[in-house]
């Protein structure tokens, strides 16, 4: 079954349409890119996704729940991570996990494993007791992603979730994220950067508002991802 599905999504902003008839799936435990420039309508799609506002129409699909039928049983089963933070500084990581879990209905020992779990995987487990403030941007971008596991989601949405870090930074989010699709999650991840895409990576190219490839990465673009992706959206524009 697929974890994600998009049918014929559209959205307008007044005239412009600012998504077209969207249309893909993602697997189970698949690592799906979804690559395109800024214009391109991959926030309208996160906003979409979580329900922030309604598709004009179309059809999601959320680990088998249809999001306009069952938006809450849909919504409980995604985790997101937003291009803008959703910590409070003032508070250590683990008083930011325990509020967001709180919010989910967990406390006492089941929110405190579930936490504590959640950190193991991203490497922070250390940092439990550091405020988030203290947190350099890599550290604190893994600081979301556990955020966004605590109530074990089966479908992970990151919407450009390496921007404003450094190199090694954004290589070790995108170690960390790889790592948690083959362990069974399924990942949308938004980005601009080719090198943010390995081979075997499902990727979907979005340009104004419309889907231009949907495949492997390795099989749309191969070594010559970044001037195929140029090539593909300066003839569309």
Known sequence: MSGLILEDVSHNWG?????????????????????????????????????????????????????????????????????????????????????????????????????VAALERLGMAERAGEKA???????????????????????????????GLDAASRAAITQHVHDLAAEGLTVLWATHLVDEVRSRDQLVVLHCGRVLSDGEAGEIGGDELNQHFLALTREQT
């Not at 412009?16 to 420039?37: I, K, M």
């Open 15 to 115: 005239t412009r349409h600012a998504l077209d008839g969207v249309s893909f799936s993602v697997e189970r435990g698949r690592f799906c890119a979804l690559l395109g420039p800024n214009g391109a309508g991959k926030s309208t799609l996160f906003g979409v996704l979580t329900r922030l506002f309604l598709p004009r129409e179309g059809r999601i699909a959320i680990a088998g729940h249809d999001v306009g039928r069952e938006p809450r049983a849909a919504l409980a089963r995604m985790g997101v991570v937003f291009q803008a933070s959703t910590l409070d500084p003032d508070l250590t990581v683990r008083r930011n996990l325990l509020y967001f879990a709180a919010l989910h209905g967990l406390s006492g020992r089941e929110a405190e494993t579930r936490i």
């Open 133 to 163: 403030a203290s947190l350099n941007g890599g550290h604190r971008q893994r600081m979301e992603i556990a955020r966004a596991l605590v109530h074990r989601p089966e479908v992970l949405l990151l919407d450009e979730p390496t921007v």
